[in-house]
T-cell receptor, first 111, second 113 residues
Framework: GQQVMQIPQYQHVQEGEDFTTYCNSS?????IQWYKQRPGGHPVFLIQ?????EVKKQKRLTFQFGEAKKNSSLHITATQTTDVGTYFC???????????FGTGTSLTVIP | DARVTQTPRHKVTEMGQEVTMRCQPI?????VFWYRQTMMQGLELLAYFRNRAPLDDSGMPKDRFSAEMPDATLATLKIQPSEPRDSAVYFCASGPGNFQPQHFGDGTRLSIL
């Protein structure tokens, strides 16, 4: 069945270092969403990518959607302690409105 | 800011008891989702409603779980009877339409003893 996998599962970085998480799907995705969940919190929507090869930026965060629309990445430049949390990608389940959430990447930033 | 409201925030009960979790979606949102989050399984979709109609509950154990939307302002998730393996955080989320961002509630942290 359709799955959305993320790597790495955990990442520890020194404050100021860059961070990247990768999302891979076994099937082509019509769109992909990214969410952030702070420890003890709930997932919060960050961005949605729709077009093949699309790149979007939010301050220090850069999101990419692969040309084949089967993978995506989130890159954070110069991490800060406020970036701590788990980052999830989510891809549609078939043609429906339901989304499969990836396994998530837990980011720890060491001051 | 509009937000999804879930009650209760925490629930501890004994195995075999009925558990009811409630969710008030954001006014005007026509899609509602129930998720379960555990360390082992991550975020699992349990049920999905659009315009109050259940469209997908394939992720939900049918023998003990049920999800309903009695009206547009209330979604419920029931577990009867509850088991220790049901211990998890249950999130409700709502959205304004197809493929739109989902807005999550704070979750119900459920512990079944």
């Amino acid at each position: 069945g359709q799955q959305v996998m993320q790597i790495p599962q955990y990442q520890h970085v020194q404050e100021g270092e860059d961070f990247t998480t990768y999302c891979n799907s076994s099937t082509t995705l019509s769109n992909i969403q990214w969410y952030k969940q702070r420890p003890g919190g709930h997932p919060v929507f960050l961005i949605q990518l729709v077009k093949s090869g699309e790149v979007k930026k939010q301050k220090r965060l850069t999101f990419q959607f692969g040309e084949a629309k089967k993978n995506s990445s989130l890159h954070i430049t110069a991490t800060q302690t406020t970036d701590v949390g788990t980052y999830f990608c989510a891809g549609p389940k078939g043609t429906g409105n339901q989304f499969y959430f990836g396994t998530g990447t837990s980011l720890t930033v060491i001051p | 800011d509009a937000r999804v409201t879930q009650t209760p925030r925490h629930k501890v009960t004994e195995m075999g008891q009925e558990v009811t979790m409630r969710c008030q979606p954001i006014l005007g949102h026509n899609t509602v989702f129930w998720y379960r989050q555990t360390m082992m399984q991550g975020l699992e979709l349990l049920a999905y409603f659009r315009n109050r109609a259940p469209l997908d509950d394939s992720g939900m154990p049918k023998d003990r779980f049920s999800a309903e939307m009695p009206d547009a302002t209330l979604a419920t998730l029931k577990i009867q009877p509850s088991e220790p393996r049901d211990s998890a955080v249950y999130f409700c989320a709502s959205g304004p339409g197809n493929f739109q961002p989902q807005h999550f509630g704070d979750g119900t942290r459920l512990s079944i003893l």
